[in-house]
């Protein structure tokens, strides 16, 4: 693997994904992103453009330099065009077998002694690396919603992760302009194991009549200090991500206090997703 090589591999370009590749492009690395869903692709892109000519009113870039961002980001339609890349972030949908499957195809896609990385928010970094050649080069790359103005990344260190991707990957979130912070692989890592019983406690809160979402929301905002309630910041998130990730805590920790709600669950049946349908806890058309 060539130290010149500044490209980078997204993959999938849903919500997370069209984030990761914009910090990489905007930091001067060449983005190859691909989905299997080409309109994903496509809307990825233009969000991009969106966001990269806001920051460009704002006065937070050049328009050359917006410019040279959309130039290094690469849509790509299949696989097996994303090259050689000395780091691939693979944030494809929150489901093991998808995950499992890409990971076998794209360990192919690394450059020699390059990083696999996963930008799950849930799934065993540990049960991830097991099904690669290189388990000592897989890591959790855990970014956060929205990806261009949230600055951490939680480094997640599987079982057989190596000293040396840790340290390089600790480099790469600090050259995209994020602040790496370390921990282990466990059920949720450290932020959704505090933040998703926090959430889920909030819908049961609604489930039980005890105020509308507006109130919870505004209750925690102005009370506890956070920049955005419960509820809405479980649309921002998605409401399938959340109930995934309570699944797995409830799962793998095997206490009730991460039982999700049922509330949670009807919203995800009925496809009232959040933010990307539109609809969730609040309606966004
Ligand atoms: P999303 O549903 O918005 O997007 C997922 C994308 O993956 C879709 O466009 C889908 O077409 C694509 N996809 C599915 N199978 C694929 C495959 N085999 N190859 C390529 N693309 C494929 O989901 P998201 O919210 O962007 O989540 C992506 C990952 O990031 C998940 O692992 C999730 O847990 C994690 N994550 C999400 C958040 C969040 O706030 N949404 C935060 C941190 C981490």
Known sequence: MSDNDKSVAVIGAGTMGRG????FAQSGYDAYMFDTVPAALESASKQIGKMLS???EKGKMSAEDAEA???????VNALSDIGAR???VEAATEKLEIKIELLKELQTHVADGGILASNTSSISITQLAAQTEHPDRFIGMHFFNPVPLMKLVEVVRGLQTSDDTVKRTIELAKAVGKTPVECNDH???VSNR????MINEAIFTLQDGVAEPEAIDEIMKLGMNHPMGPLALADLIGLDVC???LEVLHRDLGEDRYRPCPLLRKKVLAGMLGRKTKNGFYSYE
């Open 187 to 189: 059920p949720g890592f």
């Open 20 to 23: 990761i590749a914009q910090v």
């Open 86 to 88: 000395p780091l691939i």
């Open 194 to 197: 505090v933040l998703m019983p």
């Open 243 to 245: 109930l995934f990730i």
């Open 54 to 56: 806001k920051a460009v």
């Open 69 to 75: 961002a959309k130039k290094r980001l690469h849509l």
